[in-house]
């Protein structure tokens, strides 16, 4: 069974508890579109549940003390009934041209967990556009919908909400509480299209030129002084909660200070040791405060792991779960990424060894969307086939989605 959060934290998920009571605890159906023609193998047979090895890590100074986690009422019997194929799907992400959602609906009527949208210029009726494209959620469990919003450049749908300011500026012209302020109406716009996630906050610390190949942030970054990241960023985050939508702080552990960016090629962020006297210390506090989602990023970490941490059972597990004591959803960066790619892992290959190394969801690019979201799934699906991913590792990853789309999820 999977902790739930903190219950101080605001909560955000009641707007999305009936679409999750109504598909995962037996509720009636939403009729659903004509379905797409089966691609997945799913007659097989669930693994039985085990439990979770502890995760070696190197020896850390303790940030502080974990976040104490609550019981939450285990979903088991509602999942009970899901193939296993049915619950692969809803570790995926699929990417949408936001002008074309449409085009991932076959992957959202076969149960994919999220949709992430992609584009500069929103069209109008996205709101109508996605309403249409969650109807043909299975059982009326639909996928959190989510986009880059931060603010700056990075943004998919400026011209539908309030313009932010890059972060940098953010920090730099306004004040914790305005950014707050101004977090909360952007939020309540993107809820009103449809949008139930932010890939936002950045956390990492961070100044100077950027985004591009040797700098993955740049302006993304509230700055280079970890308590400035902490305030401009949980404010921001908090915003977002309060407005409705689901924030996720990322990169973690820290990319601010990495050799590259992972989106162009391999890359590795400053040691262990140094990430936590700075760049792990906003994460770390975004964790005490019982925010709810976390990215994982793609460089390696010296001292922690060898390759991506988002691969890296010792980074997801051991450093932000065990040490850190973060009980919430974890979400890879884009294994389509140059730093995944260059170690000839296909997307599917590193959705399993995300999946496997602690990951609930995995993100990725493709121009063929619902060809790779087929492949996802079926390599999750015959990763648990193989015993390469335990059932009781499946389970978890769901349940931590489920809690992400709404509270109250048990029977």
């Known amino acids: 069974m999977v902790a739930a959060r903190r219950s101080t934290r ?58 104490p986690a609550a019981s939450l009422c285990s979903v088991a019997p509602a999942l009970s009934s899901w193939s296993v194929a049915r619950l692969a799907a809803q570790l995926v992400v699929v990417p949408a041209d936001e002008n074309d959602v449409s085009g991932v609906a076959a992957a959202v009527d076969q149960g994919a967990g999220g949709v992430i949208l992609f584009g500069s210029q929103a069209p109008q009726d996205l709101g109508r556009q996605i309403q249409a494209l969650v109807a043909g959620s299975p059982q009326g469990v639909g996928p959190l919908v989510m986009t880059d919003e931060e603010g700056g450049t990075v943004q998919r749908m400026a011209n539908l909400v309030t313009p932010l300011p890059w972060a940098a500026t953010m920090s730099a012209t306004m004040s914790p509480a305005a950014v707050s302020q101004l977090a909360e109406q952007v939020a309540q716009q993107m809820r009103a299209d449809g949008i139930t996630m932010d890939l936002a906050p950045v956390l990492d610390l961070a100044s100077g030129p ?26 921001f985050a908090q915003g977002l909660e309060a407005g409705g939508v689901v924030p996720v702080v990322k990169h973690f552990p820290g990319e601010g200070d990495a050799s590259g960016n992972t989106d162009d090629g391999p890359a590795s962020t400053p040691p262990l040791a140094q990430l936590e006297s700075s760049d792990l210390r906003p994460f770390e506090a975004a964790i005490n405060a019982g ?28 450093l932000l779960r065990q040490q850190l004591g973060f009980n919430g ?18 997307v599917p290959q590193a959705a399993v060894e995300a999946v496997a190394a602690g990951a609930d969801m995995v993100l990725f690019q493709s121009t063929d969307p619902d060809g790779t979201f087929q492949q996802v799934v079926q390599a999750l699906v015959n990763a648990v086939s193989d015993n390469q991913i335990s059932g009781s590792v499946l389970d978890a990853a769901v349940e931590q989605v489920l809690t992400a789309k709404g509270e109250g999820i048990c029977p």
Do not use: K, N
């Not at 740049?218 to 305030?231: H, I, K, N, Q, Y």
């Not at 925010?291 to 051991?318: E, R």
């Not at 890879?332 to 140059?338: H, K």
């Open 329 to 346: 959803l974890v979400i890879t960066d884009s294994l389509s990424a140059e730093a995944i790619s260059a170690l000839h892992l296909s």
């Open 10 to 67: 605001p909560s955000w998920v009641g707007m999305l508890a009936a679409a999750v009571l109504a598909g995962g605890c037996g509720g009636a159906a939403t009729a659903p579109r004509a379905s797409a023609p089966a691609a997945i193998s799913t007659g097989m047979p669930r693994t039985p549940a085990d439990s979770p090895t502890p995760v070696a890590v190197p020896s850390l100074t303790p940030l502080a003390t974990p976040v």
């Open 210 to 235: 950027g985004p591009d190949a040797l700098h993955t942030d740049g302006p993304r970054s509230f700055g280079l002084d970890p308590e400035v990241a902490t305030s401009y960023g949980l404010a």
């Open 291 to 318: 925010l709810p989602a976390v990215m994982v990023g793609d460089a390696s970490v010296p001292g922690l792991s060898q390759g991506p941490a988002s691969l890296s059972s010792a980074a997801i597990v051991g």
